[in-house]
């Protein structure tokens, strides 16, 4: 089992720049594919970005690719979301995941197994 822990939400003005991070401890961080996820009040939870175990293979959702770099760091047992132009739309609870199928870089929130309990991210002027 692995939990995880994001950090890095805030307040922001739009334009401006933001670094989400999750740590992960327990089991081997190698071992697992990593996503973000976010949830907007009123709407179902969707998928921003995902990496592979070792970083080669990333996917973005349309809305973010661009803007939004993703990352990890195995020896540091952790995952970074780089978010930069940030619009009001990105406004939401930001979730870190990770899953079993560590060769790909999943999109779909069923093939991440552990959650994080998310931090927020509020773009506004």
């Known amino acids: 089992q692995v939990q995880l822990l994001e950090s890095g939400g805030g307040l922001v003005q739009p334009g401006d720049s933001l670094r989400l991070s999750c740590t992960a401890s327990?089991?081997?961080?190698?071992?697992?594919?990593m996503g973000w996820f976010r949830q907007a009040p009123g709407k179902e939870r969707e998928f921003v970005a995902a990496?592979?175990?070792?970083?080669?293979?990333?996917r973005y959702a349309d809305s973010v690719r661009g803007r939004f770099t993703i990352s990890r760091n195995n020896a540091k047992n952790t995952m970074d979301l780089q978010m930069n132009s940030l619009k009001p739309a990105d406004t939401a609870v930001y979730y870190c995941?990770?899953?079993?199928?560590?060769?790909?870089?999943?999109?779909?929130?069923?093939?991440?197994?552990?959650w994080g309990q998310g931090t927020q991210v509020t773009v506004s002027s």
């Open positions: 995941s990770a899953g079993q199928r560590r060769t790909m870089a999943v999109v779909t929130s069923s093939g991440y197994d552990y």
């Open positions: 990496i592979n175990w070792n970083g080669v293979i990333t």
């Open positions: 327990g089991r081997t961080f190698s071992s697992y594919a």
